[in-house]
């Protein structure tokens, strides 16, 4: 005689405990919702016989019916239908229900689709998790068969706890899967090559050599001032190129300890120094498969130039404190608002690392030379700013513009952006006039080198203007007397009237 079961879940048969086991294991193995709910409901008909069988999950507060066996899904969820009243009741009182002799249950009294489809046993449970029901499986038969039996709850209890950390599993990797396709479209688009804004010919001929290097591997140094868009460049290379897929990752190398940067960039091995406390992957191996930037290439310490070398030659390293060598596959772009070539002549740089890094070199022109492209550079940031703040555009006067277009912009697209961002924010009705912009006059001269007194008076004028004209603020925060500005402002106030 069989023992007297104690457990919560008595004497299940052998092939209710392979159903457990089949759904368990589907847990971490089917991560697609749709594959996972039809091996759900495959395995429950069969474990219990029945004939016919659906699946609901609760979606936006409504029930809809996700796979159905030998039923139609409108069947089903028949407003005045049998199987609808029963999945509704066990959703909203979180209990199941089975039933072995439906057409003598009382509960079922008076159905008419019961006697009419002579359904005899009906089991349905729900799916519940951290105190929330998902939704639950429906179950029933014509003939009391062997397969729903006095255990048949004990085993769907059992079978639909581990179906719902399943389901949940599933739609939470769905979710993530969905949210990574729109990142990763949000930074395709963010770097695409329509960011990078231009029409001069100057900026033409960058396009074109840009497009000329997209497919290959080859190392790719970008010059110009600060500001210009070697950055800017540099990701769009990357991300309309082979390796977009993978990793693009910047390690900005100015100012940086020679300790620090290294362990940075090759990861370190626990115990090499004080506060290595575990082995660290340095962001070269992070970048695997992807695009290796490095930004402020020219700062770089000569030990680690060194390193740099080898990892450009044959794609090797180590980590900091380590003897083993490691290899990765990294397409190497760099960056410098200095001359690399000058470093070199002056010795602070190697030679053979520099020919490595620039076997092309994408020289950014500055905004001064590309003056033509400020409205199309003011129009994209107008753009872009109503985009994310969900605002309309706005409008910048011609006045406002003939400034924009004028200035000689030391801080190039950046300060641009900038300041189109501040004058947005400043606009009132009329958009952007003059008044919004808070930068100084074009220099009177064309030539983009100044005079030492220009400058000085550039800066005057815009502190003032910063200051909302008040002349104490802004003479201490040009560390000058106060009588020193007056004195100055007199002297060119003079020459204006002359
Ligand atoms: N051609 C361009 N079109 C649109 N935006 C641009 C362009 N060039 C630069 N920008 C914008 O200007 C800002 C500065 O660009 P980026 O960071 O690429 O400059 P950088 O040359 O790397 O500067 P730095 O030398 O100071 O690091 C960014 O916000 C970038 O989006
Ligand atoms: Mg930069």
Same mark, same amino acid.
């Given at each position: 005689?069989?023992?007297?079961?104690?457990s919560q879940?008595?004497?299940?048969?052998?092939e209710h405990?392979?159903?457990?086991y089949d759904i368990s294991q589907?847990?971490?193995?089917i991560?697609?919702?749709?594959?996972?709910?039809e091996?759900v409901?495959?395995v429950?008909?069969?474990?219990?016989e029945?004939?016919?069988?659906?699946l609901?999950?609760?979606?936006?507060?409504?029930?809809?019916?996700?796979?159905?066996?030998?039923?139609?899904?409108?069947?089903?969820?028949?407003?005045?239908g049998?199987?609808?009243s029963i999945?509704?009741?066990v959703?909203e009182s979180?209990?199941?229900?089975?039933?072995m002799d439906?057409?003598a249950?009382q509960?079922f009294e008076?159905?008419?689709?019961l006697?009419?489809?002579?359904i005899?046993?009906?089991?349905c449970v729900?799916?519940?998790?951290?105190?929330r029901v998902l939704?639950a499986i429906y179950?029933?038969?014509r003939t009391r068969?062997?397969g729903?039996?006095?255990?048949t709850?004990s085993?769907?209890s059992a079978f639909?706890?581990? *179906?719902? $950390?399943?389901?949940?599993?599933?739609?939470?990797?769905?979710r993530?899967?969905e /949210?990574?396709k !729109?990142? =990763?479209?949000?930074v395709?688009?963010?770097y695409g090559f329509?960011e990078l804004?231009g029409n001069?010919s100057?900026?033409q001929q960058?396009f074109?050599?840009?497009?000329?290097i997209?497919?290959?591997d080859?190392?790719?140094?970008?010059?110009?001032?600060?500001?210009t868009g070697?950055?800017l460049a540099?990701r769009?290379?990357h991300?309309n190129?082979p390796?977009r897929?993978?990793p693009?990752?910047?390690?900005?190398c100015?100012?940086?300890?020679?300790?620090?940067l290294e362990?940075?960039?090759?990861?370190h091995?626990?115990?090499?120094?004080?506060?290595?406390i575990s082995?660290k992957r340095?962001?070269l191996?992070?970048?695997?498969g992807?695009?290796?930037?490095?930004d402020?290439? *020219?700062? $770089?310490?000569p030990?680690?130039?060194a390193?740099?070398l080898?990892?450009?030659q /044959?794609?090797? !390293?180590? =980590?900091?404190?380590d003897t083993?060598t490691r290899?990765?596959?990294?397409?190497?772009?760099?960056?410098t608002?200095k001359s690399?070539a000058?470093?070199v002549?002056k010795?602070n740089?190697?030679?053979d690392l520099?020919?490595?890094l620039?076997?092309i070199t994408v020289?950014l022109p500055?905004l001064?030379?590309?003056?033509g492209?400020?409205?199309l550079?003011v129009?994209?940031?107008?753009?872009?700013?109503s985009?994310?703040t969900?605002?309309p555009?706005?409008?910048?006067?011609p006045?406002?513009m003939?400034?924009?277009e004028?200035y000689?912009?030391?801080?190039?697209v950046r300060?641009?952006?900038?300041?189109i961002?501040?004058?947005i924010?400043?606009?009132?009705?009329?958009?952007?006039?003059p008044?919004e912009?808070?930068i100084?006059?074009?220099?009177h001269t064309s030539?983009?080198?100044?005079?030492?007194?220009?400058?000085e008076?550039?800066?005057v004028?815009?502190?003032l203007k910063e200051n909302?004209?008040?002349k104490t603020?802004t003479a201490?925060e040009l560390g000058v007397?106060?009588?020193?500005?007056?004195y100055?402002?007199a002297e060119w106030k003079?020459?204006?009237?002359?």
């Amino acid at each position: 005689m069989p023992d007297k079961p104690t457990s919560q879940y008595p004497s299940l048969t052998q092939e209710h405990l392979k159903a457990l086991y089949d759904i368990s294991q589907s847990i971490n193995s089917i991560t697609d919702i749709d594959s996972l709910l039809e091996h759900v409901m495959e395995v429950a008909v069969q474990a219990v016989e029945a004939e016919r069988g659906f699946l609901v999950l609760s979606e936006d507060e409504s029930l809809r019916v996700r796979t159905a066996r030998n039923i139609s899904a409108e069947t089903a969820m028949d407003k005045d239908g049998f199987s609808r009243s029963i999945v509704s009741g066990v959703i909203e009182s979180r209990k199941p229900v089975l039933t072995m002799d439906a057409q003598a249950d009382q509960r079922f009294e008076g159905s008419e689709s019961l006697i009419l489809k002579q359904i005899q046993a009906v089991a349905c449970v729900p799916f519940h998790l951290r105190g929330r029901v998902l939704g639950a499986i429906y179950l029933d038969g014509r003939t009391r068969r062997g397969g729903f039996t006095p255990e048949t709850l004990s085993f769907l209890s059992a079978f639909a706890d581990l *179906a719902a $950390i399943a389901i949940e599993n599933a739609r939470l990797m769905e979710r993530l899967r969905e /949210e990574n396709k !729109f990142l =990763r479209s949000e930074v395709e688009r963010r770097y695409g090559f329509s960011e990078l804004v231009g029409n001069s010919s100057k900026m033409q001929q960058i396009f074109s050599l840009l497009s000329k290097i997209i497919q290959s591997d080859i190392s790719t140094l970008f010059e110009g001032e600060s500001g210009t868009g070697k950055e800017l460049a540099a990701r769009a290379l990357h991300y309309n190129g082979p390796r977009r897929k993978k990793p693009f990752i910047v390690q900005f190398c100015g100012n940086l300890s020679e300790h620090l940067l290294e362990s940075e960039l090759f990861g370190h091995k626990k115990g090499s120094f004080t506060g290595a406390i575990s082995d660290k992957r340095g962001l070269l191996e992070v970048a695997n498969g992807g695009t290796f930037f490095l930004d402020e290439i *020219a700062d $770089i310490p000569p030990a680690i130039q060194a390193k740099l070398l080898r990892v450009l030659q /044959e794609g090797e !390293f180590r =980590r900091v404190g380590d003897t083993e060598t490691r290899r990765v596959d990294v397409r190497v772009m760099s960056a410098t608002n200095k001359s690399l070539a000058a470093q070199v002549e002056k010795g602070n740089f190697r030679e053979d690392l520099y020919y490595r890094l620039n076997v092309i070199t994408v020289t950014l022109p500055p905004l001064r030379e590309r003056n033509g492209d400020i409205p199309l550079l003011v129009n994209h940031f107008l753009k872009k700013n109503s985009e994310k703040t969900n605002a309309p555009m706005k409008r910048v006067t011609p006045e406002a513009m003939r400034i924009l277009e004028g200035y000689h912009w030391p801080g190039n697209v950046r300060e641009l952006e900038n300041a189109i961002e501040r004058a947005i924010v400043l606009a009132g009705e009329h958009g952007i006039t003059p008044a919004e912009l808070i930068i100084s006059p074009a220099p009177h001269t064309s030539s983009s080198r100044r005079t030492l007194k220009e400058h000085e008076k550039e800066l005057v004028m815009r502190c003032l203007k910063e200051n909302g004209n008040n002349k104490t603020r802004t003479a201490q925060e040009l560390g000058v007397s106060l009588r020193w500005l007056h004195y100055k402002l007199a002297e060119w106030k003079r020459v204006d009237d002359e």
